[in-house]
């Protein structure tokens, strides 16, 4: 025969820990399939010729590189194609050891642009910046999240491309690489199977809460498993 007497505010507190847990658990599993699909879906490309470089214009965004791990600052340098403005992430600064960020009066604009080179790349649609990114300084043209119509604000254009191109990263030894952050909208750099670690772990937590509650329930007599006495004659 069982015999459970459960303790209330322990009860209470438990129930609304574990529908937490399971609620986390859920949200990185959700997040761990949406980014396998993410991870096959392609990047559409895009290449333009006829362009006017806005040198004046270049803003910059925080951002750590995916393949190198560095942490710097993207160029956004903004070109003229029609009546349309278009950013282009064409080049990467990476954060010196107790530097601050580039100042925009010694940056130049990319020479693959200046040249006038066709600019290909990955056409991307940022997601709206999130409310926990950190807040801009538009008069030294720094970003800690893609706003490309506040971007085009802050140089005093009002119709900005809703995409931008991200241009391959040339070194300074005159070698292209891929873009680091040309990925499918919605991705980042975590990848799917950490979320898949942290899903795990917070069901695993969920677990270990029951199993914590019942055994102390037991600890104190307040759970037992005694079988049923028999009849008396």
Not at 37 to 53: F, G, R, S
Not at 91 to 105: C, V
Not at 182 to 191: E, K, T, V, Y
Request: net charge negative; hydrophobic share 45%; with cysteine.
């Amino acid at each position: 025969m069982i015999r459970f007497k459960p303790l209330l505010i322990m009860s209470v507190v438990t129930i609304a820990t574990f529908a937490c847990l399971i609620m986390l658990g859920r949200w990185q599993w959700e997040r761990y399939e949406m980014k396998s699909a993410l991870a096959d879906e392609p990047v559409p490309m895009m290449t333009i010729e006829n362009y006017q470089p806005l040198p004046d214009g270049i803003q910059f965004v925080y951002g750590v590189r995916s393949d190198t791990r560095e942490a710097g600052w993207r160029v956004f340098a903004p070109v003229q194609e029609g009546e349309s403005t278009i950013f282009v992430d064409a080049d990467f600064i990476a954060s010196a050891t107790g530097a601050g960020p580039p100042n925009a009066d010694e940056v130049r604009v990319p020479a693959s642009l200046r040249l006038g080179a066709p600019i290909s790349g990955a056409s991307i649609r940022p997601n709206p910046p999130s409310p926990f990114a950190g807040a801009p300084e538009p008069l030294r043209r720094l970003w800690f999240a893609i706003d490309l119509p506040a971007m085009g604000r802050n140089i005093g254009v009002d119709q900005v491309s809703e995409y931008y191109i991200a241009g391959a990263y040339v070194g300074t030894d005159g070698r292209a690489t891929p873009n680091p952050f040309a990925r499918a909208p919605g991705a980042d750099d975590l990848p799917p199977a950490r979320h898949m670690g942290y899903a795990i772990t917070w069901y695993g937590l969920a677990l270990v809460l029951i199993v914590i509650y019942f055994a102390y329930h037991v600890s104190v007599g307040r759970l037992s498993f005694a079988p049923p006495r028999p009849p008396e004659a």
